[in-house]
């Protein structure tokens, strides 16, 4: 029995499952501890108090509901982060965001449009996007395509 190795039932805090590289899922993904995928998903993902990370082997596609969202591979689908969702500079996304904090990196890849719900709450289904006429005091537009070429 001293040789066993020992496996908490938990995660300790600093740890993260992870869907590596060779793996492909389709399906739906729930679950209450953070996530790192750097292989392939079809289907949905929903980690509401949970961070999620996009390796950037990893292909997406699939509408995501966390806590937290950063892209480093690419997606194609709607994320809902109630904290944050980070685009990082050769991450990609094709899709419809809603959160309350969003940093897209320069030579990030991002087609879709963005809501920001500075109430906390992503995933709720009204719709409050924002968006201005050019005859505005700005002008912005709903849909958006970034991307950066250096």
Known sequence: MANEPMYPSTPSSGAAARLGASLHLKGEITGNEDLNVDGSVEGLIQLEDRKLTVGASAKVTADIIAR?????GNVKGNLRARDRIEIKKD?????????????????????????IDKSGDASGSV???YSRTAAGSGSSATK???TSSD
């Open 68 to 72: 937290e969202v950063v892209v480093y």
């Open 91 to 115: 991450g990609s996304v094709v899709g419809d965001l809603t959160t309350a904090r969003i940093m897209i990196e320069d030579g990030a890849y991002f087609k879709g449009s963005i809501e």
């Open 127 to 129: 719709d409050k996007s």
């Open 144 to 146: 958006t395509a970034v």
